[in-house]
């Protein structure tokens, strides 16, 4: 059973601004280790960096709390299998929201061209 949804979209250029006008500092804000280490591996990071923020917006809306007290940036992480397959790691925040809305996962789906980023994340329950 689905608990909740949500879905984001955002201009590449807009994230590319943002990392090149305030560089570590801003993608530290936003991105867990293994999530830069994976964007910056790339010719062009835009694109990753942006679809990841993309997807904790998405995520987010999904809990229905948007980013703020009850979940940060850093609450949540968007792993890669080897397949390619996105899936969603939450760490603290994420994780009390998870128990608090008896969920047992949140699925995740992304999509980036050159100029735009986009996520949808489903929050499914244990039932």
């Known amino acids: 059973m ?3 949804l949500g879905i984001d979209i955002i201009e590449v250029a807009r994230i590319k601004a943002s990392y090149e006008r305030f560089g ?4 530290n804000r936003i991105l867990h280790p293994n999530e830069i280490a994976y964007c910056l591996s790339h010719k062009e990071p835009a694109p990753f960096l942006a679809v ?3 997807a904790k917006e998405a995520i987010s809306k999904a809990f229905g709390t ?3 007290a009850q979940l940060g940036w850093q609450d949540m992480e968007v792993g890669r299998r ?3 397959e996105p899936f969603v790691i939450l760490h603290e925040g994420g994780q009390k929201l998870l128990a608090a809305r008896r969920a047992r996962a949140v699925l995740i789906s992304l999509s980036h061209t050159q100029n735009y980023a986009a996520a949808v994340a489903v ?3 244990m039932d």
């Open 2 to 4: 689905t608990l909740g």
């Open 24 to 27: 570590e500092r801003f993608i």
């Open 52 to 54: 990841r923020f993309s």
């Open 66 to 68: 948007g980013i703020g």
């Open 82 to 84: 080897e397949s390619g």
């Open 123 to 125: 929050l499914e329950s």
